[in-house]
């Protein structure tokens, strides 16, 4: 490859970078979320960001900076918590493209500099190289593996540029792979070396190492007969050990390449002819070069998002931020999210999910719907954006999802924040237009509402606990629940007073009025503190059968809104 191609597309793609990731920096501190962070001005968030960072370097909090660096960083012990097979998949990941970049693609700036005698073609470079490649490739695997094993039927977010870098990257690690089995098995590298080394490309001349080097090296010589006489080989490895032993060791240890050097081995004539050798090493390097260009606008910029966002909550383990630090903060999360899925699994919504179909109740999906809200795109299609409203305000803030994150983030105060931009863009909560509505004024609207207005869907599917009988029938009227229940509490010191109690919701189930509780104010109010689950005498699950009457509220009741405002 011409050195000067070869700088040009280095020193294009290093630019391109750079810029992407300035550009993506520099939204941590453009990008606001939630009504608060609009009153917040630039200068204020950089303020807060170089006090927070000058009181965490010179403060007894340096030393939790560099436990998190060691512990969240580079063990990476949140996942590790979460889920075993995930957290060795990235470790491998992480290990190997670390030694590929420094070994590999930084050979002559750093290994050439620490080992004396470097050469890519001896041991331990090159099973070293092969064992990087192949720990990369193990990690996606065991990644790839670990999503199938925890199907939850639902698809989880994804963008189509992101799995377009992973495919990138599969491309750079198997071109990479071909280019040195290639390099093994073809005679025109052999005459290269030798005329290099040797001063002869004569094949009559170098045939003791040409002998050599087709049954100990894996040289694919198509005019070489078997089997070789001893004493031809032996000639042909003094002449290896004076010519070529310094530079080049056998490449058995290449385990990946190697192997895959004795399958190419009966076209590799053809290949040495067409080139292969040049247009190999072309595609390699300029995937490579690519993968840089456009890496800040992938979700591999995570790799720089989350050591900040980590050490952001080492510094500040209290969550003690100003508001400032809060706005910057919530942005900084729409980039260290790594779309792991983990929070959807733990999501304590994630069955309401799957029965209603919008995607919009799962964190992950949540979070996308905040970027795009943050950045001017969600409101441009009504559907979208009124499900992503009732994903929003049907969540329970159970904390789950913050839990269990691996990176750290904090998604209750950015759930929060996102549902006062929802408010603000006049996207209510579901709780707001259905209280507007008596329970028996919507009721009567969906026992009256034409079929074409009212969504016939699977309800007992949505629903499953308030449809079956056994979930309530246990109940006894004790009223357990509506004594420790904070809503009646709250509502009895308040105008704001409520149309059912818990126990007078699972007394109308029972009775076989499920339509009549859709619109209950209790079912809207209701906090899911899960105190009347938790204290129930019968062991009804009394909370999740509130939140199953919200999904369902949701699908029913807004397949007769129109009609019922209209009437």
């Given at each position: 490859?011409?050195?000067?191609l070869?700088?040009?597309?280095l ?8 810029l992407?990731l300035?550009?993506?920096v520099s939204a ?8 608060d962070a ?6 204020q968030r ?7 960072g ?5 403060s ?7 436990g998190?660096?060691?512990?969240d960083?580079l063990l990476?012990?949140r996942l590790?918590?979460?889920?075993k097979?995930?957290w060795l998949g990235?470790l491998l990941?992480?290990?190997g493209f ?7 693609a ?7 500099k620490?080992?004396q005698?470097y050469q890519p073609t001896l041991?331990p ?5 092969n064992?990087?490649g192949?720990?990369?490739?193990t990690?996606v695997?065991?990644?790839?593996f ?6 939850t039927g ?27 089995a290639?390099k ?5 590298a ?8 040797i001063g002869?490309?004569d094949?009559?001349r170098l045939?003791p190492l ?5 049954s100990e090296?894996g040289?694919?010589?198509d005019?070489?007969k ?14 290896h050990r004076?010519?070529?032993a ?7 240890s290449?385990f990946?390449?190697y192997?895959m050097?004795?399958?190419l081995?009966?076209?590799t ?5 067409g080139?292969?050798?040049a ?5 390699h ?19 720089v998002?989350v ?10 383990p209290?969550r003690?931020?100003?508001l400032?630090?809060r706005a ?5 999360a729409?980039d260290?999210c790594?779309r792991?899925?983990i929070?959807?699994l ?5 069955p309401?999910?799957r029965?209603?179909?919008?995607l ?5 999906h949540k ?7 943050a950045g001017?795109r969600?409101?441009g299609c009504?559907d979208?954006?009124l499900r992503?409203?009732?994903g929003?305000?049907?969540c329970?803030d159970?904390?789950r999802?913050t839990?269990h994150?691996p990176?750290?983030l904090?998604?209750e105060?950015?759930?929060?924040a996102?549902r ?5 863009a006049?996207l209510?909560?579901?709780?707001q237009w ?16 034409p ?5 016939s869907?699977?309800?007992d599917?949505?629903a499953?606990?308030s449809?079956?009988r ?6 006894v009227q004790?009223q357990?629940?509506?004594n420790v229940?904070?809503v009646v509490?709250h509502?009895?010191?308040s105008n704001h ?15 076989g009025?499920?339509d009549l509780?859709?619109?209950s ?5 209701c906090a899911t503190?899960?105190q009347?689950?938790?204290?129930c005498?019968a062991?009804?699950?009394v ?12 699908r029913?009741?807004g397949?007769?809104r129109?009609?019922r405002?209209?009437?």
């Amino acid at each position: 490859m011409s050195p000067a191609l070869f700088q040009t597309a280095l020193y294009a793609s290093l630019a391109l970078c750079s810029l992407g990731l300035v550009w993506r920096v520099s939204a941590w501190f453009r990008v606001r979320i939630g009504p608060d962070a609009r009153t917040v001005a630039l200068s204020q968030r950089v303020a807060a960001l170089l006090r927070g960072g000058a009181l965490a370097l010179f403060s007894r909090r340096v030393f939790q900076l560099a436990g998190a660096v060691f512990l969240d960083l580079l063990l990476q012990r949140r996942l590790f918590a979460n889920e075993k097979l995930r957290w060795l998949g990235h470790l491998l990941i992480l290990t190997g493209f670390t030694l590929l970049l420094l070994m590999h693609a930084l050979a002559a700036i750093v290994t050439a500099k620490l080992f004396q005698g470097y050469q890519p073609t001896l041991d331990p470079y090159l099973f070293l190289r092969n064992l990087s490649g192949a720990m990369v490739i193990t990690g996606v695997g065991l990644l790839l593996f670990g999503r199938w094993r925890r199907q939850t039927g639902l698809p989880q977010a994804r963008r189509p540029m992101d799995m377009a870098f992973v495919a990138l990257l599969g491309f750079v690690l198997v071109s990479g792979f071909l280019l040195e089995a290639h390099k093994i098995a073809s005679p025109r590298a052999f005459y290269r070396m030798s005329d290099q080394f040797i001063g002869s490309t004569d094949a009559g001349r170098l045939t003791p190492l040409r002998a050599v080097w087709a049954s100990e090296f894996g040289v694919a010589f198509d005019d070489l007969k078997l089997p070789i006489d001893p004493r031809l080989l032996e000639q042909g490895r003094e002449l290896h050990r004076s010519a070529c032993a310094s530079c080049h060791t056998k490449p058995v240890s290449a385990f990946v390449s190697y192997p895959m050097a004795r399958v190419l081995a009966p076209v590799t004539d053809l290949l040495d002819t067409g080139r292969a050798d040049a247009w190999l090493l072309y595609l390699h390097v300029f995937a490579c070069f690519l993968g840089l260009a456009v890496l800040p606008f992938t979700l591999m910029f995570h790799l720089v998002a989350v050591p900040i966002s980590l050490l952001v909550n080492a510094a500040a383990p209290n969550r003690d931020f100003s508001l400032a630090g809060r706005a910057s903060r919530r942005a900084l999360a729409l980039d260290a999210c790594v779309r792991c899925g983990i929070c959807d699994l733990h999501c304590s919504v994630a069955p309401l999910a799957r029965y209603l179909g919008n995607l919009g109740l799962l964190p992950a999906h949540k979070l996308q719907a905040t970027a795009a809200l943050a950045g001017g795109r969600l409101l441009g299609c009504e559907d979208v954006a009124l499900r992503a409203a009732d994903g929003a305000f049907l969540c329970t803030d159970c904390g789950r999802c913050t839990a269990h994150c691996p990176v750290g983030l904090d998604l209750e105060d950015l759930w929060e924040a996102g549902r006062g931009d929802l408010a603000a863009a006049g996207l209510p909560s579901p709780a707001q237009w259905v209280q507007a509505h008596p329970a028996l004024a919507w009721a009567e609207s969906l026992e009256r509402g034409p079929a074409e207005h009212v969504d016939s869907g699977p309800d007992d599917l949505l629903a499953p606990l308030s449809a079956d009988r056994r979930s309530f029938s246990r109940c006894v009227q004790c009223q357990t629940c509506t004594n420790v229940c904070p809503v009646v509490a709250h509502s009895m010191d308040s105008n704001h007073g409520i149309d059912l109690t818990p126990q007078k919701v699972m007394n109308l189930l029972r009775l076989g009025l499920r339509d009549l509780t859709l619109g209950s104010r209790m079912v809207w109010d209701c906090a899911t503190c899960y105190q009347c689950q938790e204290n129930c005498p019968a062991g009804v699950r009394v909370a999740d059968i509130m939140c199953e009457l919200r999904a369902l509220g949701v699908r029913r009741l807004g397949a007769v809104r129109s009609l019922r405002e209209s009437s």
